[in-house]
């Protein structure tokens, strides 16, 4: 395993056909789905697989001539979903929901077709499938899974009721009704760091007063970017260069300086990126940033106030240490526990 260098009708006769009805507006669905099918539990009913939703019909795709807008619009839809369908002050909950369906491990060009598997699945299903993507990054990334804790604590802390699940749905059908898997589902992780929609989501459901409060700005993608090319442009950029922003929030001048360096043919992979964020929103959305736009295996993201505790690099090295540590030793674990299960049965038929 890889680690950090640190770390319904009715029929009634004899009567005049009614006029048509006008005809409704197209739904913003993916596809047209069947009818949802009656509760059930995950066990008595296999997830479907991806082939068996593949659609027949156009897909809703954004216009990505704007990336920048498409993740607002995102961040937009997912708020008034969220709140139309009553799901509660946090706003964790649909960040997590969002931050699921982005990290969602299949890439390419037609990956963004997952989006029919996912409207597929009942509430458990979902739930299940949450779970398992947030433990294969943890398996992979321990160190950004365990900092992105506040936005999947939620899926084992409880078993959601009807309004929650109604509402965690609700995300997910804005999220990728308007397009959020061809934002982030792309092979090439410089088109997945064409924007930044954990941050356009902190920046649209958070509060004003929670706002200033933290001091939040959010600062305009188009200005990091001109920021980062002035910063790179005349910075002669050397593999093993660390980069160090104390108030980074969800690291929007990183997914910059990546595309930047991309774009000179640098991998952003030969260089530390430390971040550190008063928010621990902010941090965990960095954390699924850092995935998303693969900024590489050299990723330090903490959280508390730089001013008063100083540098946080070293705090977020041992956290991190510490994350790996656990993976690892649950790892052997595993092992040795498959190994003695093989050893069971092996005994077992021999017995028999």
């Excluded at 009721?161 to 982030?184: I, K, M, S």
């Excluded at 043919?265 to 960095?286: R, T, V």
Aim: glycine letters at 6%; proline letters at 9%.
């Amino acid at each position: 395993m890889s680690q950090l260098d640190l770390f319904a009708d009715d029929d009634t006769p004899d009567e005049p056909p009614a006029p048509p009805a006008p005809a409704p507006p197209p739904r913003r669905y993916l596809t047209d789905l069947p009818p949802a099918p009656a509760p059930v539990t995950t066990s008595a009913k296999p997830r479907p697989k991806l082939a068996t939703v593949k659609p027949t019909l156009a897909h809703y795709r954004p216009s990505l001539s704007n990336p920048h807008e498409t993740a607002f619009d995102i961040a937009e839809a997912v708020s008034y979903a969220w709140h139309h369908a009553q799901g509660g002050a946090g706003i964790e909950v649909p960040m997590g929901v969002v931050a699921t369906l982005a990290l969602w491990p299949l890439r390419g060009p037609d990956a963004y077709l997952a989006a029919d598997w996912w409207l597929s699945l009942d509430d458990n299903q979902l739930l299940t499938a949450f779970r398992e993507c947030w433990a294969r990054w943890w398996i992979m990334r321990p160190d950004l899974i365990d900092r992105a804790t506040p936005l999947h604590k939620w899926i084992d802390d409880e078993q959601p009721g009807p309004r929650r699940a109604h509402a965690v749905r609700a995300v997910a059908e804005a999220a990728l009704t308007r397009g959020l898997l061809h934002l982030t589902s792309s092979n090439d992780p410089d088109l997945r760091s064409t924007t930044d929609v954990m941050g356009a989501l902190l920046a649209v459901m958070r509060s004003q007063g929670a706002h200033d409060a933290l001091a939040e700005i959010h600062t305009p993608p188009e200005v990091a970017y001109l920021m980062a090319r002035m910063l790179l442009d005349d910075m002669p950029l050397q593999p093993g260069m660390k980069f160090d922003e104390p108030t980074g929030g969800t690291g929007g001048m990183y997914r910059a300086a990546a595309q930047v360096m991309r774009e000179k043919g640098i991998n952003p992979h030969d260089f530390g990126w430390s971040l550190a964020d008063i928010d621990e929103l902010a941090a965990a959305g960095a954390a699924v940033n850092a995935i998303i736009w693969d900024l590489g295996p050299h990723v330090l993201i903490a959280c508390g106030d730089t001013l008063h505790e100083g540098n946080l690099t070293e705090k977020a090295a041992q956290q991190a240490r510490g994350s790996f540590k656990r993976r690892d030793e649950l790892h052997s674990q595993a092992v040795f526990l498959a190994a003695l299960q093989k050893v069971e049965a092996l005994v077992s038929g021999v017995a028999a």
